[in-house]
């Protein structure tokens, strides 16, 4: 899997200095064009940035993807903003940028309905009903980023619901939450977020209004953030059948892990730092960890993505988990 990304990250890479290259020769270019009014080279600046920019993105990331130049409008709409800033105030390129924003725009939106349309039919198929692995399942990495935020905004504003069961009739659910002394560690970082962000907002409102309100406003996410974190760890245990192991941690990972996958299942008294080793923990240290005969691939927050060979967790009872999965027999545990 991580494997099967890298042509994509390279690319990105390679694209990304390109690009930077390119930024720091147009604003150089830029600065002539304000010093020789009437030249063409404030023109040049534009077709450059909005042009040449996004033909480069298309050969370097998605021609190689098999992707569709349309996807590049996203770079059309980056380009004609840094050009617009670039080029504040010169008369001769007014016009183009206005009609190239026009049709940007128009463009922007026609490209948002269509994968708007496309993720609503990903997630009607998507099975089950946990919402973070409903979002997981849409091809478009920056809705899965978005997904991940509105999950923050559900956990943290609908009222307190039942926990979200993924698995058959005799599924077994493994809390974490009362023994982590996870309310309590929110709490004190949600007091010192209030007492730093008030004294940081009062300090900062004489040099920049709009720096102490964007950083209050942060701290209000943050607050925002604890509250969703709280609520998802009671709704999202983790769950055990006959078929597999779902180890969900709050907002923060979620690993579906298939029974004949497990190698072995140990009580431990420290996290083992090694390669390939997930800390699937909400503050407290872990108490079991589960080895894989195969890697399978962990779900983080904001869309990210790892390979994993041992999960190390912590729970209420790791004593039942473990009998469970030595035993294999689910019915045996059930809570």
Known sequence: MMEARDPRRLALVRFASFAGAMLVIEAMIARMAAAHPGSPLALAVLVDLVVVLPVAFWMIVLCPAGRPYSA??????VGALVAGFLLRGRAEVRLPLEIIGAIVELSVLALLARTLGKASRELRGAPGDDLLLRMATLTDPMLRVAGSEL????????????????????????????TSGLGGLLIGAAVLVLTEGF?????LQTWSPR??????????????????LFRA???????????????????????????????????ID??????????????????????????????????????????????????????????????????
Do not use: M
Request: aromatic letters at 6%; one cysteine or more.
């Open 72 to 77: 590049a409008i996203r770079v059309v709409a």
């Open 151 to 178: 999950a923050v905004l559900r956990y943290a504003f609908v009222g307190p619901r039942p926990p979200v069961c993924v698995g058959d009739s005799t599924s077994t659910e493994f809390g974490y939450v009362e």
């Open 199 to 203: 004294a940081a907002h009062v300090v």
């Open 211 to 228: 720096v102490a309100w964007l950083l209050t406003a942060t701290s209000a996410y943050a607050l925002v953030w604890f509250v969703a």
């Open 233 to 267: 760890a009671r709704q999202r245990p983790i769950v055990l059948s006959n078929e597999r192991l779902l180890v969900r941690t709050s907002l923060l990972w979620t690993v579906i892990i298939p029974r004949a996958s497990i190698a072995s299942v140990r009580a």
């Open 270 to 335: 420290d996290f083992p730092r090694s390669a390939g080793t997930l800390r699937a923990t909400l503050g407290p240290p872990p108490v079991l960890l589960v080895t894989l005969t195969d890697p399978v691939e962990a779900l983080g927050p904001v869309g990210i993505r790892r390979s994993v060979t041992r999960v190390a967790l912590h729970l209420d009872e790791p004593g039942k988990l473990q009998a469970a999965l030595t035993s294999g027999d689910v019915s045996a545990t059930r809570l």
